[in-house]
């Protein structure tokens, strides 16, 4: 199988964010304040701040928002490879 350039760039770039999104989910599921904690360049918090969503309530949204992260990406690999070709 070759590949073209700009699908070889596709497919980095969208291997990129899978593997961003994986490790942002598993933090934000095992501990939301250690979420927090990991550097800007590599937590993807959007508008979630500590003060509001590192403790009571809000760690239970977080930890919600990483489950269901984690339940597409797993979603999506066992679409595509999971399933034989028919």
Do not use: D
């Not at 699908?7 to 899978?18: I, K």
């Not at 809000?58 to 690999?77: D, H, K, P, S, W």
């Amino acid at each position: 199988m070759k590949l073209t350039i700009g699908e070889f760039v596709g497919f980095v770039c969208f291997l990129a964010v899978v593997i961003a999104v994986t490790f942002n989910s598993i933090f934000m599921l095992v501990s939301p304040s250690a979420w927090f904690r990991l550097p800007p360049w590599i937590r993807l918090t959007g508008s979630l701040t500590e003060r509001r969503y590192g403790h009571g309530r809000g760690t239970v949204e977080v930890r919600l928002t990483g489950a269901v992260f984690l339940a597409v990406i797993a979603g999506i690999f066992v679409h595509f490879f999971g399933h034989p070709q028919r």
